[in-house]
């Protein structure tokens, strides 16, 4: 049955798309240190779901990623505190 619309015969005007998308392709690999790198900086659910290419991830991965940047902190305190403490150690070991 072929359908008019004004004037126009229906199945000649559609257009058929081919889907070219062959699914999403992960930023990182998974259970990587890029991977909880990257969730640190994601800030919306999309990065969240390009990070990880829209696959199954666990919340340990989300609480590892939140712990990341205090563990940075406190590394950078140490390393701080290490080179006064060596230094210190060596201006004492001149006199």
């Known amino acids: ?7 126009f015969k229906g199945e000649s005007l559609v257009k ?16 990587s240190s890029d991977c909880k ?9 999309g990065e969240i779901l390009t990070i990880t290419g829209d ?6 991965d989300m609480f590892k990623a939140a712990e990341l940047p205090a563990r940075k902190a406190k590394i950078q305190e140490l390393e701080k505190s290490k ?9 004492q070991a001149q006199i």
Do not use: C, W
């Not at 081919?18 to 690999?29: A, L, S, Y």
């Open 55 to 60: 696959v199954h991830f666990t919340s340990d």
């Open 83 to 91: 080179k006064i403490s060596v230094s210190t150690h060596q201006n």
């Open 37 to 45: 790198e990257a969730l640190v900086k994601a800030t919306t659910h």
């Open 16 to 31: 058929t798309k081919e889907k070219t998308f062959k699914g999403v392709i992960p930023v990182t690999g998974s259970n």
């Open 1 to 7: 049955m072929i359908s008019y619309a004004r004037g």
